[in-house]
């Protein structure tokens, strides 16, 4: 069992960055697969990034170039650096992990999940 915890929402403008976090609880970090995931206000929840076990990052096709997933083993962190924000990218974000080796971009096969951090961007 671990325990995912979120951090960094808030409100940005059209074109800005954010960084959003997560710090997961358990130590033993390099045995699980990790991502972030989005939900727009009305919409299905969806898979934004992911990185395995092995540190393999994979993103949505839509979101390639903008988006970028990092970990930091040593303090057991999660990051998702986001850049050109549109109001598009609002929406409530959820850190998921797994353990073992999963491209984790389907809400369906995550076992945890993270409370979420919302942001709005504003155009």
């Known amino acids: 069992q671990i325990q995912l915890v979120e951090s960094g929402g808030g409100s940005v403008r059209a074109g800005g960055s954010l960084t959003l976090s997560c710090a997961a609880s358990r130590t033993s970090y390099r045995a699980y697969s990790w991502a972030w995931f989005r939900q727009a206000p009305g919409k299905e929840r969806e898979g934004v990034a992911a990185?395995?076990?092995?540190?393999?990052?994979a993103y949505v096709d839509s979101l390639k170039g903008r988006f970028t997933i990092s970990q930091d083993n040593a303090k057991n962190n999660l990051y998702l650096q986001m850049n050109t924000l549109q109001p598009e990218d609002t929406g409530l974000y959820y850190c998921?992990?797994?353990?073992?080796?999963?491209?984790?971009?389907?809400?369906?096969?995550?076992?945890?999940w993270g409370q979420g951090t919302q942001f709005t961007v504003s155009s």
């Open positions: 998921a992990a797994r353990p073992g080796r999963w491209t984790l971009l389907r809400a369906e096969i995550v076992v945890y």
């Open positions: 990185i395995d076990s092995d540190g393999d990052p």
